[in-house]
């Protein structure tokens, strides 16, 4: 039986009958609009019936969907039960759980009826920004994962947004009202681990003055993110596995166990599959981390979202009292032509400059700097050997003083002392930093002559 489309409500006698209903419920027509909701649609999720009755009902999804479960029903007449995050009055996001079924009214007519239930706590809108269909895919995997409470492993390129991906889950979960702890498994040595992740009491070691809690415990009720969990030395490895499957760990120097709930959610640009094979990575932990797998696609695979992201980025340097340019259609060509090896970090920093550029007034192609490795698909550049980090006391040089420079060099020369002192004069973050290698920055500082104390990647040359 195929629906005809409904241009009103509901009948009266309908009507009458759903308004009585306790729990919130909507109905939608089979033109996917809304004709109806009751008084407790309207106070749980703060939308009034003039603000949302003929709206297009697939619109309260915080997340496009490929098909529109409305329309899905339509097409197919069976009821379903799912979980969707949906938009609120406040301007918040809710995950609830929904029961769709057929309803027909005296004149035949079938509509749609959804009672909703909300599940955990509102959270704010999404950072992860895009409409492309690897975006939209990845969110609907994002959403999925938030539902359960299984370790999840994000896998994707440096720079990509492994961590907006994390913050997503935890904040679509029940776990939303609990912490987010962030552990940088990069900076974990072996000497630290224990102490950073489970904690110390006073006086377990030279230096432990007072009792430390661990990021373990401060996680409690929420999520754990383990970044970059593929740099974690294989001597840990096994004090992480045990603390993950007991929930249970002892503080470095105490005399009794603790207990902590947390969510794990992991991420790495490694193959750890591979490195399971090499013996560089615990299978058992492996195994533990990965069982709700999710790749993060690289911004070259969502072109489409390039402009949108650069739009944000532009708003958030203005906020930071760094202008307020806007960005020509070149500009936006230019950009999307780029493949972007370092992802979204890669793009931040090539606005940022073009901003230092064009503080105000529009940011043309040619303020569009991108790096010298133009490509992926380009021979990798050799690394260059070893050498000392800069002399952070060298970065006190002004750059506007710098005649030898033109203003576009000057701008760019800039940033890049801007970075030494964030850095503070480490030579491999600056590089990381400008998405480009050791031997580049070398060139850079060496052409613009910046007063650092930096040697040769050859000395020998």
């Given at each position: 039986?195929?629906?005809?489309?409904?241009?009103?409500?509901?009948?009266?006698?309908?009507?009458?009958?759903?308004?009585?209903?306790?729990?919130?419920?909507?109905?939608?027509?089979?033109?996917c609009q809304i004709r109806f909701i009751n008084d407790a649609f309207e106070h749980v999720f703060g939308l009034t019936r003039s603000h949302i009755l003929g709206q297009d009902s697939c619109s309260l999804d915080a997340i496009p969907q490929d098909e529109c479960r409305h329309r899905r029903f339509f097409r197919d007449l069976e009821p379903y039960a799912e979980n969707h995050l949906i938009k609120l009055g406040t301007g918040e996001s809710q995950l609830a759980q929904i029961f769709g079924f057929p309803m027909l009214d005296?004149?035949?007519?079938?509509?749609?009826?959804?009672?909703?239930?909300?599940?955990?706590?509102?959270?704010?809108?999404?950072?992860?920004?895009?409409?492309?269909?690897a975006t939209r895919a990845l969110l609907t995997e994002l959403e999925r994962a938030a539902q359960t409470e299984a370790p999840v492993l994000l896998h994707g390129e440096t720079g990509s947004g492994k961590e907006l991906a994390a913050e997503h889950i935890h904040q679509q979960s029940q776990r939303a009202a609990g912490p987010f702890i962030v552990v940088d498994c990069t900076v974990l040595s072996e000497d630290?681990?224990?102490?950073?992740?489970?904690?110390?009491?006073?006086?377990?070691?030279?230096g432990a003055v007072a009792n430390k809690t661990g990021m373990f415990e401060l996680a409690d009720g929420g999520t754990l993110f383990l970044d970059e969990i593929g740099e974690l030395p294989i001597s840990q490895q096994p004090k992480l596995l045990r603390a993950l499957e007991t929930g249970s760990f002892r503080p470095v120097g105490a005399t009794k166990n603790r207990s902590s709930r947390v969510r794990v959610v992991s991420a790495t640009h490694k193959d750890l599959a591979a490195m399971v094979k090499q013996g560089t990575f615990r299978q058992d932990l492996f195994y533990r981390l990965a069982v709700l797998p999710i790749m993060i696609p690289p911004l070259r695979s969502r072109r489409e979202d390039i402009p949108e992201l650069?739009?944000?980025?532009?708003?958030?340097?203005?906020?930071?009292?760094?202008?307020?340019?806007?960005?020509?259609?070149?500009?936006?060509?230019?950009?999307?032509?780029?493949?972007?090896?370092?992802?979204?970090?890669?793009?931040?920093?090539?606005?940022?400059?073009?901003?230092?550029?064009?503080?105000?007034?529009?940011?043309?192609?040619?303020?569009?700097?991108?790096?010298?490795?133009?490509?992926?698909?380009?021979?990798?550049?050799?690394?260059?050997?070893?050498?000392?980090?800069?002399?952070?006391?060298?970065?006190?040089?002004?750059v506007a003083n710098a005649e030898h420079l033109s203003p576009i060099e000057l701008a760019e020369?800039?940033?890049?002392?801007?970075?030494?002192?964030?850095?503070?004069?480490?030579?491999?973050?600056?590089?990381?930093?400008?998405?480009?290698?050791?031997?580049?920055?070398?060139?850079?500082?060496?052409?613009?002559?910046?007063?650092?104390?930096?040697?040769?990647?050859?000395?020998?040359?």
């Open positions: 039986m195929t629906p005809t489309t409904a241009p009103t409500a509901p009948t009266a006698t309908l009507s009458r009958i759903l308004a009585g209903q306790r729990k919130p419920l909507m109905v939608v027509a089979a033109d005296e004149d035949g007519q079938i509509y749609l009826g959804e009672h909703l239930k909300l599940l955990g706590s509102p959270v704010a809108e999404s950072k992860i920004l895009g409409h492309a269909a630290l681990f224990e102490s950073e992740l489970f904690g110390h009491a006073k006086g377990a070691f030279t650069a739009q944000f980025l532009l708003k958030e340097l203005s906020l930071q009292g760094l202008g307020q340019p806007s960005l020509s259609k070149a500009a936006v060509q230019k950009l999307l032509q780029y493949d972007f090896p370092g992802n979204i970090r890669e793009l931040r920093n090539i606005i940022h400059l073009a901003v230092a550029l064009n503080p105000s007034g529009e940011i043309t192609e040619a303020s569009i700097r991108l790096p010298e490795m133009q490509s992926t698909d380009a021979a990798p550049e050799p690394e260059p050997a070893p050498a000392p980090d800069p002399d952070p006391a060298g970065l006190q040089r002004s020369a800039s940033y890049i002392m801007e970075l030494m002192n964030r850095y503070h004069g480490n030579r491999k973050q600056v590089a990381a930093g400008l998405s480009v290698s050791e031997r580049t920055l070398y060139r850079k500082l060496k052409r613009y002559r910046l007063n650092v104390h930096v040697q040769s990647p050859h000395p020998s040359s």
